[in-house]
């Protein structure tokens, strides 16, 4: 099941987790940045049965630790394979949502889903015909 949601630029990510992970996705493994890291969103996935694979964060006006900067590391490589739709998003359709209404903005956002999913089927339908 699809699940969304469309909040203000006021609201911080990380308060949206469970509104967007879907509990009966056969994964149980969750993906996020840093910004989704809280005791709060790792008890919610842990009462889920989910598993958490939120970069974790650096402590304040300290370096990083080698070893959590391997983990981000690792868990980058996995995660960028999603977060290049958003970099498609914004390069080749110049999406930059600033509107009036949050439903303007879904709507803006809604059409470059779209606009993404008919490119990606557009590509491996050609590929297809290749084969």
């Given at each position: 099941?699809?699940?969304?949601?469309?909040?203000?630029?006021?609201?911080?990510?990380?308060?949206?987790?469970?509104y967007?992970?879907?509990?009966?996705?056969?994964?149980?493994?969750?993906?996020?940045?840093?910004?989704?890291?809280?005791?709060?969103?790792?008890?919610?996935?842990?009462?889920?049965?989910?598993?958490?694979?939120?970069?974790?964060?650096?402590?304040?006006?300290?370096?990083?630790?080698?070893a959590?900067?391997?983990?981000?590391?690792?868990?980058?490589?996995?995660?960028?394979?999603?977060?290049?739709?958003?970099?498609?998003?914004?390069n080749?359709?110049?999406?930059?949502?600033?509107?009036?209404?949050?439903?303007?903005?879904?709507?803006?956002?809604?059409?470059?889903?779209?606009?993404?999913?008919?490119?990606?089927?557009?590509?491996?339908e050609?590929?297809?015909?290749?084969?």
């Open positions: 099941m699809l699940k969304r949601t469309l909040t203000s630029a006021s609201s911080p990510d990380g308060h949206q987790l469970q967007v992970v879907a509990k009966d996705n056969t994964a149980s493994d969750v993906w996020a940045d840093s910004a989704y890291r809280s005791v709060r969103n790792e008890k919610w996935l842990a009462d889920n049965m989910l598993v958490s694979q939120i970069h974790l964060r650096k402590l304040a006006s300290k370096p990083m630790p080698q959590t900067a391997r983990t981000n590391a690792k868990m980058s490589s996995i995660r960028a394979r999603v977060e290049h739709v958003f970099a498609h998003q914004k080749r359709y110049g999406l930059f949502v600033r509107t009036i209404g949050l439903a303007s903005a879904e709507a803006k956002l809604t059409l470059a889903n779209l606009a993404y999913n008919f490119d990606r089927l557009i590509f491996h050609r590929n297809n015909a290749m084969e």
